[in-house]
């Protein structure tokens, strides 16, 4: 007479199975995933400051030389508002040598507008301006974004963003 396999057998039998079958393929996707960590990394905007919704950060960029204006940076916020260390995307709007001039609240680089501050936020604090005029240092850069209500260098919460606070280069998915 044929005995029945108990419960923890048969779990036993199966977990040996699926092994056998899925661990190749399982740590193959592991390794890919840690791989690909190591060099780029996914990031999804969550405001209605930027374009775009998801985008890829190349993080092996070397810092400001591989950036041109017009191009997406992440980098890790360093003022108030948001918790320290948190991922931010902007626009490079200013780098090292470029002239930084304001009028009122209106932010120039080059000559070129690239925004004007706000007094308040939208929750009525008042806004104090980024106090920069001059020639972007070594190692800093200016960062915008088309949005009226986005937290960028205009303010000085934010100010210039140091090249030790890069993540990486973002490449707009969709």
């Not at 740590?27 to 990394?41: D, E, I």
């Not at 204006?69 to 626009?91: C, L």
């Not at 915008?144 to 205009?154: A, E, P, Q, V, Y």
């Amino acid at each position: 007479m044929a005995q029945k396999e108990s419960n923890k057998a048969v779990l036993k039998r199966l977990y040996q199975e699926f092994c056998q079958k899925y661990a190749t393929p399982f740590l193959a996707v592991v390794v890919c995933l840690l791989v690909f960590n190591q060099h780029y990394a996914l990031a999804l905007n969550l405001s209605y400051s930027l374009p775009h919704h998801l985008y890829l950060i190349k993080k092996d960029v070397n810092k400001l030389s591989d950036l041109k204006q017009g191009d997406y940076v992440a980098f890790a916020w360093q003022g108030g508002f948001y918790p320290i260390g948190t991922q931010v995307i902007k626009e490079v709007a200013g780098l090292p040598g470029n002239h930084v001039a304001k009028t009122n609240r209106t932010f120039f680089i080059d000559g070129k507008e690239v925004g004007t501050a706000k007094e308040y936020s939208l929750d009525g604090m008042k806004l104090a301006i980024n106090p920069f005029e001059g020639e972007i240092p070594q190692r800093y850069m200016w960062v915008k974004t088309g949005h009226k209500d986005s937290l960028d260098s205009r303010y000085e919460l934010s100010g210039l963003i140091h090249s030790g606070q890069i993540i990486g280069k973002a490449v707009p998915i969709f």
